[in-house]
């Protein structure tokens, strides 16, 4: 052996010993790097492991340990009562939209329906005396007080009686057994009991009348006679429809009879009435006109 080869063992071996020290740091930086990573893992782990919080319960639920407390404030616990009468601890209850008023009806109104037409006709016997104020509430109208034109009316009436003529000249008489009187008269304000009226004599000869519609059910009385000849009345609405027609015949003597008629029609329509001499049995057989009310 050479005298250079002592000093290289020497410091083969100085080099040795530093690799040993060298390794023996890098396993110990190794260890505290695993330990470290062991304890972040652990330290994530157990913060995984937390339970979140809790999700806020459905309105009216209770709480942990709430079975036990009576409904209301729990005592030591601050906070509103729920509408269920729970505690939430530091919670106000959730708010509610006040309830809307309810909606009104939306129910449409009925459009109002047009007046149906209708009347009927019947007849009745003439009582002894007729108070003209009494029947007429409506109106009412006499003929024949002082001559063929003396026209009697009803003081501050309705004036839906009409007037419209007919052919055939008139006369007045005064012979009929019925007694006609009113108290509410114009021209003549007052009558206890007449038993005037007016006639036309001949076939096919007779008056017409009309009464104004309102859209309400009225009642006509109609008196009308003849004599020793056979009348025929005849009814109808200007709305048209069927004619209601009646008879009254006597070929010896005069009679009277009295018309009622109920009828309906909307306002400007017109009840049409016709008093015709339908067959005569003398000279001058006739048919009369007294009065007519209205209510």
Same mark, same amino acid.
């Given at each position: 052996?050479?005298?250079?080869?002592?000093?290289?063992?020497? /410091?083969?071996?100085?080099?040795?010993?530093?690799?040993?020290?060298?390794?023996?740091?890098?396993?110990?930086?190794?260890?505290?790097?695993?330990?470290?990573?062991?304890? /972040?893992?652990?330290?994530?782990?157990?913060?995984?492991?937390?339970?979140?919080?809790?999700?806020?319960?459905?309105?009216?639920?209770?709480?942990?340990?709430?079975?036990?407390?009576?409904?209301?404030?729990?005592?030591?616990?601050?906070?509103?009562?729920?509408?269920?009468?729970?505690?939430?601890?530091?919670?106000?209850?959730?708010?509610?939209?006040?309830?809307?008023?309810?909606?009104?009806?939306?129910?449409?109104?009925?459009?109002?329906?047009?007046?149906?037409?209708?009347?009927?006709?019947?007849?009745?016997?003439?009582?002894?005396?007729?108070?003209?104020?009494?029947?007429?509430?409506?109106?009412?109208?006499?003929?024949?007080?002082?001559?063929?034109?003396?026209?009697?009316?009803?003081?501050?009436?309705?004036?839906?009686?009409?007037?419209?003529?007919?052919?055939?000249?008139?006369?007045?008489?005064?012979?009929?057994?019925?007694?006609?009187?009113?108290?509410? +008269?114009?021209?003549?304000?007052?009558?206890?009991?007449?038993?005037?009226?007016?006639?036309? /004599?001949?076939?096919?000869? +007779?008056?017409?009348?009309?009464?104004?519609?309102?859209?309400?059910?009225?009642?006509?009385?109609?008196?009308?006679?003849?004599?020793?000849?056979?009348?025929?009345?005849?009814?109808?609405?200007?709305?048209?429809?069927?004619?209601?027609?009646?008879?009254?015949?006597?070929?010896?003597?005069?009679?009277?009879?009295?018309?009622?008629?109920?009828?309906?029609?909307?306002?400007?329509?017109?009840?049409?009435?016709?008093?015709?001499?339908?067959?005569?049995?003398?000279? /001058?057989?006739?048919?009369?006109?007294?009065?007519?009310?209205?209510?």
């Amino acid at each position: 052996m050479t005298d250079d080869e002592p000093r290289r063992t020497g /410091c083969d071996r100085g080099l040795s010993t530093a690799r040993r020290i060298a390794r023996h740091r890098q396993r110990r930086r190794w260890t505290v790097e695993a330990l470290t990573a062991v304890v /972040c893992l652990a330290a994530l782990v157990a913060y995984l492991s937390i339970d979140p919080e809790p999700e806020p319960r459905g309105e009216g639920a209770a709480l942990p340990g709430a079975a036990s407390t009576p409904a209301g404030r729990p005592t030591g616990l601050p906070g509103q009562v729920t509408e269920a009468g729970v505690a939430s601890p530091g919670l106000k209850p959730r708010q509610r939209p006040p309830t809307p008023p309810p909606s009104p009806s939306l129910t449409p109104t009925p459009a109002p329906q047009p007046t149906a037409p209708l009347f009927s006709v019947a007849r009745a016997d003439v009582p002894a005396m007729v108070d003209l104020t009494h029947l007429g509430t409506r109106d009412w109208v006499h003929w024949g007080l002082r001559g063929p034109d003396s026209v009697v009316r009803k003081r501050g009436g309705s004036g839906e009686i009409r007037d419209e003529g007919g052919p055939g000249a008139r006369s007045s008489y005064d012979t009929d057994p019925e007694l006609f009187g009113w108290r509410d +008269g114009a021209p003549v304000q007052g009558e206890g009991g007449t038993s005037t009226g007016i006639h036309t /004599c001949d076939v096919g000869n +007779g008056f017409r009348l009309a009464v104004l519609g309102s859209g309400e059910l009225r009642t006509v009385h109609l008196f009308a006679g003849l004599w020793m000849a056979r009348g025929r009345l005849d009814v109808r609405l200007s709305t048209g429809g069927p004619t209601s027609t009646l008879r009254l015949e006597d070929p010896h003597t005069n009679h009277s009879a009295q018309f009622v008629v109920r009828f309906r029609v909307a306002a400007g329509q017109k009840l049409l009435i016709s008093w015709t001499n339908e067959e005569t049995f003398n000279d /001058c057989g006739n048919v009369a006109l007294r009065a007519v009310a209205l209510r």
